[in-house]
Every structure is written in C-alpha cells, then in structure tokens.
C-alpha cells in the first residue's frame, strides 16, 4: 500500500509505478474514520513544499498509525531538497514511525514563481530511471536513509529566509482569481484543502487550510489563477503527462460534486 499526496500529478505518478495499491492522503484526512493501515510495505509518496511535506502529509504521519515492518517515504522535488530527508523522519519520530526508507526523487518543478515551466518541462530528469532504482530497493527491503549534509540544512535555513519576504510569509495562499474566471469549479475541485467555492460565476478562496500546492493554478482551463508574486510565465501550467485530470479530482476533491 502507498499513500501519496499531489497537486499535479508527479507524486502520483512515482506512487503508481512503486505499488498500484494507491490511497489519497487528502481523502483518507477527509474521511477522518481510518486511522490506522496494516500491510507489508508502507509507502508515503509527496512533493516537498520548502523541504517540507505539505501540511496534510505532515497531520497524516503523526495522526495515522502505520503498522508495517518496512515503512519507505519519497519525497517527490523539482530542484534543491536540502533537508527534507531531517524534517520528515523528524515527524515520523515525533509520533513513533521509524522509516526504514527516504530517498529523493527529481521531477518536474511545478512552483510557478521560480521558474517558466514551459522551459522546464524539456528538462530531462531521468524519472523512470530513478523510479526503477527506487522500486529495486523497496523489492529488496532495502534500508538507506538520503544522508543530509550541513550545506543541506544551511539551504533550508536560505529558504526560510525567502519564505519572510513572502505577502503572508508563507507559501499557502499565494493565488487569486482573476476577472478569466468563468466560474467552471475544476480549481474547486482538485483543492487538497477545500479552499475554494464558486459563488456568482467565479472562485473565491479562504486560505486557511491552503497547502500551498498551486493544484488550482495548474489546473484552471482559463489560466484565470494567477499569483500574488511575479511569475516568469503566467501562460504556462503543468500536469504529469501521465496523470489525468480526473486522477487529480479524484485525488484531492472536498467538495460534494
Ligand atoms: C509551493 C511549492 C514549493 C516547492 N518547494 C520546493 C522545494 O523546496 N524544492 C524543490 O526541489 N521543489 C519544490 N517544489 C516542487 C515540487 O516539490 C515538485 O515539482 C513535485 O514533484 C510536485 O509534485 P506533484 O506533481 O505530485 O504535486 C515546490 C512546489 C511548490 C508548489
């Protein structure tokens, strides 16, 4: 069994190609009635957000028991994962899970501010490459745990630094509707956090449980969901060309429809 969180589809993607019994994070928190999972392996498949998992990943490994002789996590990243390694198996202790497995995995950048992704989506990140590697590990029980090295950690302690100059000093509730809304809902539903609701033909958001993930960015048909910082291409959104949308509604939608 393999939990996986994502906005646009890379973690699901790698979560599918470890094990193809894939349960949604976001909908397993939703549900809130499952609280503990059995099975040989356990894996935990998500796209680091500052070195972080995303905030539900985070409330999932401490809240849910994970009964498993082998539990493997892969953070899913697109440039720099500094410290996620620390900061993961930190919260895995905190609430008694001792992971047997971290390791990185290279994919797609989809954090819009930093990059034009119609430009990074021609990088060549070797992702099946690295998946099979990972999948002969996790095959062979292998136990390995990413080793974080203090330029690691001092990377961590830059992007912190970059986080305070953000509008709310943090990556949630970083984008706004603007007046392309045609009021279609699809950011609705791909929202992780259930943030959005569509009232008079167009989205509005309440921030508090924004992850931060840009789903609703990458998804809007318009490209009516924009961010409150520059970015280098407004134009150009992104999902795993392997993943369909309906696999991202199916994922993270909180609302009814
Ligand atoms: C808000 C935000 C913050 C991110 N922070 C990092 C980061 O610190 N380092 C990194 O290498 N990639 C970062 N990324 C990129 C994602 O981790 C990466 O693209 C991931 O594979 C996306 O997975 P998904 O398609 O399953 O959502 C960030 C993306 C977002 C949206």
Do not use: W
């Amino acid at each position: 069994m393999v939990f996986y969180f994502t906005a646009t589809g890379n973690s699901l993607y790698a979560a599918r190609q470890l094990d193809p019994n894939t349960m949604s994070i976001p909908q397993v928190m939703r549900c809130g009635c499952l609280r503990r999972f059995s099975d040989e392996t356990i894996g935990v498949v998500y796209p680091i957000y500052g070195h972080r998992p995303p905030e539900l990943v985070q409330r999932f490994l401490r809240e849910v028991a994970l009964d498993t002789p082998y539990l493997y996590i892969i953070p899913t990243y697109g440039r720099r994962y500094a410290n996620a390694v620390d900061l993961v198996a930190d919260i895995c202790r905190a609430s008694g899970k001792e992971p047997a497995y971290i390791n990185c995995l290279l994919m797609a950048d989809n954090y819009l501010p930093a990059f034009d992704m119609d430009e990074e989506i021609k990088l060549e990140k070797h992702v099946d490459e690295q998946l099979a590697a990972i999948k002969a590990d996790i095959g062979a029980r292998k136990r390995y745990i990413q080793p974080v090295t203090d330029a690691d950690r001092q990377a961590h302690e830059q992007f912190l630094a970059y986080e305070q100059e953000l509008p709310d000093k943090q990556l949630g509730g970083l984008v706004y509707a603007t007046d392309k809304c045609i009021g279609c809902g699809v950011c609705a539903r791909v929202c992780p956090g259930g943030c959005i609701r569509v009232e008079d033909s167009k989205a509005h958001f309440d921030y508090t449980h924004c992850q931060g993930c840009l789903a609703c960015a990458h998804a809007c048909t318009q490209k009516a969901i924009v961010l409150k910082i520059p970015e280098p291409n407004p134009n150009a959104r992104y999902r795993n060309e392997h993943i369909t949308l309906k696999d991202i509604v199916y994922a993270n939608n909180q609302t009814r429809n």
